[in-house]
């Protein structure tokens, strides 16, 4: 008997609505970008396999997995969970070890949903003003959106092509994870490559900086981990489990 209580994990409703919004013809509307936010805001870290109390050297070995979930205060180096990925989005975290930064990037023609699950990072965003293209890199005017701390918890960033710090930086100052939503993901093919950049003070100008577009950083490491959440069904699959 139905008791109609839902048992989907969070990831997977988190999952579900993305794909009801994300794989639409048409833009999502202001009330399904906050439908997807409030869902984004109630997820936690052991929703996705994080265990972000514990300390241990070394935390994907399997000896290190405490009841199954990532020791999010082992990672060492800048660490990628991924959960899932379409032509019209994906979703994964990001494990940041103390001081582990994330340069100056972009998210072209993309929505970013991103949630601080733990931790405290500093982040920086702009937005263009004016740009231009010199010697086929990008150079111009960018608006400061955002140069603050953010502590768990912490609502959702929002992102959009124009607007909201399409282009940011993380730094983080604790051990800390962020959940993210891509809408649609990189793609190099489809003219969505992930490009970096410097930001050049203006001191007349403080809320305002010179971004220059540059080669990716030789010191950014970014190594990959199994995911160990809750796992996510698909669209098409469940026929195929129920068959």
């Known amino acids: 008997m139905d008791s109609g209580i839902d ?20 833009l999502p509307t202001f009330q399904q970008i906050h439908w997807l936010k409030n869902l984004l805001d109630s997820m936690t870290a052991v929703d996705v ?21 990532v020791c999010g205060q082992a990672v060492s180096e800048i660490t990628y969970l991924h959960i899932y990925e379409c032509k019209n989005f994906s979703m ?28 405290s990072v500093h982040v920086k ?4 003003v004016k740009v231009e293209n ?7 005017l960018a608006g400061t959106v955002t140069n603050s701390i953010f502590n ?21 100052l604790t051990p800390c994870a962020i959940l993210d939503v891509l809408a649609p993901p990189y793609s190099v093919d489809l003219g969505r490559p992930s490009t970096y950049f410097y930001d050049m003070p203006i001191p007349t ?12 950083p030789n010191d950014i490491v ?11 069904v698909a669209a098409g699959d469940e026929q195929l489990m129920t068959r």
């Not at 972009?106 to 929505?111: I, K, L, Q, S």
Request: glycine letters at 8%; proline letters at 9%.
């Open 7 to 26: 048992q989907r994990s969070k990831v997977q409703v988190l999952y579900d609505a993305c794909n009801v919004v994300f794989s639409q013809k048409e």
């Open 92 to 119: 994964g975290v990001f494990c940041f070890p103390a001081g582990g930064t994330f340069p100056l990037h972009d998210h072209p023609n993309m929505t970013v949903l991103s949630k601080l699950l733990y931790g």
């Open 205 to 216: 100008l403080p809320s305002y900086v010179i971004l220059e577009e540059r080669d990716v």
């Open 49 to 69: 396999g994080i265990d972000e109390f514990s300390f241990h050297h070394s935390p994907f070995s399997s000896s290190k997995i405490i009841k199954g979930l």
């Open 125 to 128: 965003a702009y937005d263009w």
């Open 152 to 172: 768990a918890p912490h609502e959702p960033s929002i992102l959009f092509p124009r607007s909201g710090g399409n282009i940011h930086s993380f730094t983080a």
């Open 222 to 232: 970014i190594t990959t981990a199994p995911y160990l959440g809750p796992p996510v």
């Open 134 to 140: 010199s010697s086929c890199r990008r150079i111009g």
